[in-house]
């Protein structure tokens, strides 16, 4: 009974019940709508359901329609933990997968809109419910399904819809249980109707008695990204709630006997689903009371999926060496697997994975006290995972979703109870950054924060250190969020430290974000100047050229600032100009330049007053040190001329610069040394974050057929003069002989196709003799570095024999010095055919 402060039964030490009575106040949390459903649909399914190789399907189904139907159908799976298994005693119906039937009557779509619309009143969602076709079920006589839970099987499911299809049947009802309570959805006595349950209800189709039960399946799936709004008619418990809270963060941290609390929800979810969004019914409205009053009290809430581990010793009966001895008669199941214990030593309850309420996965493995559970005993009467029942079609399974909310004043050793290990300790890193930034008035947060980017900052170099424990790192997001709220505290040291140790890990979003925290207050000039260290430092942790440009354009795009008159802008310009000229100095020293380099050396030539007398005395002097690789060679041409195009350099200058580089570049190259992008170099290009500094030499020199076919173009139009494009075609033919021949597959003979289908669209004649010169020479030394001499036209059977005289080999010898016989079979066991091989 409640007492006067509104408090329930004390417990045995005097103190209130802090648990059971925020249990009870929770769980008055109450939501309408059901966890299962069924109508009937007064208006029969529109007509327009094909089958291919039957066409369409009338209503209602017949006998003769079912067994044509059925031909065309498999045995329905369903799921045994993470197996997918076929046992008619389990489930017996047939199945049709969605790819072979369609709906092409356009009333479908509105039809289904229209039970998605009842549905989600049924349930009591109130949001756009949309239903995603899945199989065609057909139940005959006798067909069944044991007892079974959903898989969810795409982003946002949160429960099956089923349409129940005009067709004449007894027997087949839906027996459905959840919480403690039951249902009974019966569909044989009505035309059509839909029923329609979460995800995690369990359910069990009953044998069908007569006819045939036709239905379709949908998954229901929500926009879980979008909070559904707050479930009203509360208030009581919100006030019930906030003053049994108050009284627990009430208590100084070393003396509160629960360090966290934690509430076991209704239903069960995967972490595909693990957000507020994707909440169902009672969840989401207790979820968000908590939630709502975490600002105010100053504590967190998370949602984490539960587990517990027990070890101990086994019956003293147990074969330890059973696993090495099987019957025939032998239960399958009693191989391995799960034992029950004769004496349990100790029991751990953790969360194997913490979610934020934004379903942003926070932290692994994290340690838990079971008195912090709200429901005691709560595992008591769980199955364990060996005992959990059926799924739907796939194997999969659930655990328990618990919301866990944390005080800000423990927040840390919470979270401490998590590993460190590299993947840990990122997730945890861009945790606490999102909530210095969403808590600034906490202090204690960016201690925190700081704390554990000190952790990954100073930890030790060790020479010898174990490949299976890696260094920590922070990747960009982390690093974005840490250096957003190291400006917005303006701890410009801790900026410099995240500057310097970023490894090329900084992503582009966080230079913009720099130059919108510069821009932000009044004083511009004053704040660039006080992050200007720490973003040089930034930028020297790039190794490359293009990483190092790539960063300042981000952090001062070219058209506002150049256009800007202001002085304050001036600054920043005058600074992007002089970093410019550095990054072009620094990267002489560069081992490899590759098409990132070309396109952007052309790029930066924007950021100055005078952009072509800049690149002209300032850029070019510096290519001809770089005449040995022709990506970064032609990617510049390529840039220049599409600045030539739009515009943005004037198109006359483009065409002298672009024949001089051309010519120098001609001049230099080595066709022999070019390499064309094969697939493994484009994979490797691909997974290649974009500002990271390690490029390896073969991706970023690697030359590709359209950038080779572009460069063509150019010098082959007839604007330009034909000394260049015969400097090509005369380089080509005398490289040609000593051409690799796996190049020829990913590069040459990729462009004669290229350039066969440019002169039949200019309508050049293939006797032209340049042309004819570059084909001449290239398919002569593909058929001789590539395809190679014919071989012997060698039609004795005789082979050299092995070099062995043990039995075995020495049948394989006359067989191989016989040029009559083909075909020789010799039964080996495993060591003999070992042996042989």
């Given at each position: 009974?409640?007492?006067?402060?509104?408090?329930?039964?004390?417990?045995?030490?005097?103190?209130?019940?802090?648990?059971?009575?925020?249990?009870?106040?929770?769980?008055?949390?109450?939501?309408?709508?059901?966890?299962?459903?069924?109508?009937?649909?007064?208006?029969?399914?529109?007509?327009?359901?094909?089958?291919?190789?039957?066409?369409?399907?009338?209503?209602?189904?017949?006998?003769?329609?079912?067994?044509?139907?059925?031909?065309?159908?498999?045995?329905?799976?369903?799921?045994?933990?993470?197996?997918?298994?076929?046992?008619?005693?389990?489930?017996?119906?047939?199945?049709?997968?969605?790819?072979?039937?369609?709906?092409?009557?356009?009333?479908?779509?509105?039809?289904?809109?229209?039970?998605?619309?009842?549905?989600?009143?049924?349930?009591?969602?109130?949001?756009?419910?949309?239903?995603?076709?899945?199989?065609?079920?057909?139940?005959?006589?006798?067909?069944?399904?044991?007892?079974?839970?959903?898989?969810?099987?795409?982003?946002?499911?949160?429960?099956?819809?089923?349409?129940?299809?005009?067709?004449?049947?007894?027997?087949?009802?839906?027996?459905?249980?959840?919480?403690?309570?039951?249902?009974?959805?019966?569909?044989?006595?009505?035309?059509?109707?839909?029923?329609?349950?979460?995800?995690?209800?369990?359910?069990?189709?009953?044998?069908?008695?007569?006819?045939?039960?036709?239905?379709?399946?949908?998954?229901?799936?929500?926009?879980?990204?979008?909070?559904?709004?707050?479930?009203?008619?509360?208030?009581s418990q919100m006030r019930a709630v906030r003053q049994i809270l108050t009284g627990w963060l009430g208590v100084a941290p070393e003396s509160r006997q629960n360090k966290c609390l934690l509430h076991v929800l209704d239903h069960d979810y995967t972490e595909a689903n693990m957000s507020i969004g994707a909440l169902k019914a009672r969840d989401l409205a207790q979820v968000q009371a908590l939630r709502d009053l975490s600002t105010e009290l100053g504590y967190e809430v998370f949602l984490g999926l539960l587990t517990k581990e027990e070890l101990g010793t086994l019956d003293a009966d147990y074969d330890h060496y059973h696993y090495d001895h099987y019957d025939d008669d032998d239960d399958e199941s009693e191989e391995g697997g799960f034992h029950d214990l004769a004496d349990v030593c100790s029991t751990n309850h953790s969360f194997k994975t913490l979610f934020g309420l934004d379903g942003?996965?926070?932290?692994?493995?994290?340690?838990?006290?079971?008195?912090?559970?709200?429901?005691?005993?709560?595992?008591?009467?769980?199955?364990?995972?060996?005992?959990?029942?059926?799924?739907?079609?796939?194997?999969?399974?659930?655990?328990?979703?618990?919301?866990?909310?944390?005080?800000?004043?423990?927040?840390?050793?919470?979270?401490?109870?998590?590993?460190?290990?590299?993947?840990?300790?990122?997730?945890?890193?861009?945790?606490?950054?999102?909530?210095?930034?969403?808590?600034?008035?906490?202090?204690?947060?960016?201690?925190?924060?700081?704390?554990?980017?000190?952790?990954?900052?100073?930890?030790?170099?060790?020479?010898?250190r174990p490949s299976w424990r890696p260094l920590l790192t922070i990747d960009g997001e982390g690093l974005h969020g840490v250096v957003k709220v190291a400006l917005a505290r303006e701890e410009y040291t801790v900026f410099e430290q995240a500057a310097s140790n970023h490894k090329g890990a900084m992503l582009h979003s966080t230079f913009a974000a720099m130059m919108q925290w510069v821009q932000r207050g009044e004083d511009v000039e004053g704040r660039f100047r006080a992050i200007k260290k720490g973003l040089c430092?930034?930028?020297?942790?790039?190794?490359?050229?293009?990483?190092?440009?790539?960063?300042?354009?981000?952090?001062?795009?070219?058209?506002?600032?150049?256009?800007?008159?202001?002085?304050?802008?001036?600054?920043?310009?005058?600074?992007?100009?002089?970093?410019?000229r550095e990054c072009l100095d620094a990267c002489l020293s560069s081992t490899v330049l590759g098409p990132l380099a070309g396109s952007d050396m052309v790029d930066c030539v924007q950021y100055f007053e005078n952009p072509t007398e800049f690149f002209s005395l300032y850029v070019m002097p510096k290519l001809d040190r770089r005449l040995d690789q022709p990506a970064f060679y032609l990617a510049l041409m390529a840039q220049l001329r599409r600045h030539g195009v739009d515009g943005s350099l004037p198109i006359g200058w483009v065409k002298f610069a672009h024949r001089l580089i051309a010519e120098c570049f001609l001049r230099s190259v080595s066709f022999t040394r070019v390499r064309g992008v094969s697939s493994s170099t484009q994979e490797a290009s691909a997974k290649r974050p974009r500002l990271t500094s390690g490029v390896h030499s073969?991706?970023?020199?690697?030359?590709?057929?359209?950038?080779?076919?572009?460069?063509?173009?150019?010098?082959?139009?007839?604007?330009?003069?034909?000394?260049?494009?015969?400097?090509?075609?005369?380089?080509?033919?005398?490289?040609?002989?000593?051409?690799?021949?796996?190049?020829?597959?990913?590069?040459?003979?990729?462009?004669?196709?290229?350039?066969?289908?440019?002169?039949?669209?200019?309508?050049?004649?293939?006797?032209?003799?340049?042309?004819?010169?570059?084909?001449?020479?290239?398919?002569?030394?593909?058929?001789?570095?590539?395809?190679?001499?014919?071989?012997?036209?060698?039609?004795?059977?005789?082979?050299?024999?092995?070099?062995?005289?043990?039995?075995?080999c020495s049948e394989l010898n006359d067989f191989l010095a016989d040029g009559t016989r083909r075909v020789a079979r010799y039964p080996l066991n495993k060591e003999n055919r070992s042996h042989v091989h």
């Open positions: 009974m409640a007492n006067a402060h509104g408090l329930g039964d004390m417990s045995a030490g005097g103190e209130p019940d802090l648990r059971g009575d925020l249990l009870n106040e929770l769980d008055n949390i109450q939501t309408p709508g059901s966890f299962a459903t069924i109508a009937t649909l007064p208006d029969a399914p529109p007509a327009g359901l094909f089958v291919d190789g039957l066409g369409e399907v009338s209503m209602p189904l017949g006998e003769a329609q079912a067994a044509r139907l059925i031909d065309k159908c498999r045995h329905a799976p369903f799921g045994r933990k993470e197996e997918t298994l076929v046992d008619l005693s389990v489930r017996k119906c047939w199945e049709m997968d969605r790819s072979q039937f369609s709906f092409r009557d356009p009333a479908w779509p509105s039809y289904l809109k229209m039970i998605c619309a009842n549905v989600a009143l049924d349930l009591g969602i109130d949001a756009v419910v949309h239903a995603e076709i899945y199989k065609m079920l057909i139940y005959g006589e006798g067909a069944m399904f044991k007892a079974h839970t959903d898989t969810e099987k795409c982003s946002g499911m949160f429960g099956t819809l089923v349409v129940c299809l005009p067709s004449a049947h007894g027997g087949g009802d839906v027996v459905v249980k959840h919480c403690g309570q039951a249902k009974l959805l019966s569909s044989s006595a009505t035309a059509q109707s839909y029923l329609a349950w979460y995800s995690d209800v369990s359910h069990e189709v009953l044998p069908v008695t007569s006819g045939y039960r036709w239905v379709l399946t949908f998954n229901l799936t929500l926009d879980t990204s979008i909070e559904r709004p707050l479930v009203g008619g509360h208030q942003r996965m926070i932290a692994q493995e994290v340690d838990l006290a079971e008195d912090d559970l709200l429901t005691d005993g709560y595992f008591d009467d769980r199955e364990c995972e060996e005992d959990r029942g059926y799924t739907g079609n796939e194997g999969g399974g659930c655990d328990p979703l618990v919301s866990c909310g944390v005080p800000h004043d423990g927040l840390h050793a919470f979270l401490s109870k998590s590993s460190y290990d590299t993947s840990d300790i990122q997730p945890l890193i861009r945790y606490y950054a999102r909530l210095c930034l969403q808590r600034p008035s906490v202090p204690a947060f960016p201690q925190l924060l700081w704390r554990l980017c000190r952790t990954v900052w100073e930890q030790r170099l060790e020479p010898d430092l930034a930028l020297s942790s790039f190794n490359h050229f293009s990483a190092r440009y790539r960063a300042i354009r981000s952090f001062m795009t070219v058209p506002k600032s150049i256009a800007s008159p202001d002085p304050e802008s001036s600054c920043i310009r005058g600074w992007a100009r002089a970093t410019i073969s991706v970023a020199t690697a030359v590709s057929t359209q950038a080779l076919a572009d460069f063509f173009s150019a010098i082959d139009d007839p604007s330009e003069p034909d000394y260049v494009v015969t400097l090509f075609v005369r380089n080509v033919v005398e490289a040609a002989p000593g051409l690799a021949a796996d190049e020829f597959e990913v590069l040459w003979i990729p462009y004669l196709r290229w350039l066969a289908g440019s002169m039949a669209s200019k309508e050049i004649p293939f006797d032209t003799p340049r042309y004819q010169r570059l084909f001449v020479a290239l398919l002569s030394a593909y058929l001789l570095n590539y395809v190679g001499r014919e071989p012997p036209n060698d039609t004795s059977l005789v082979r050299q024999g092995v070099d062995c005289d043990c039995g075995i």
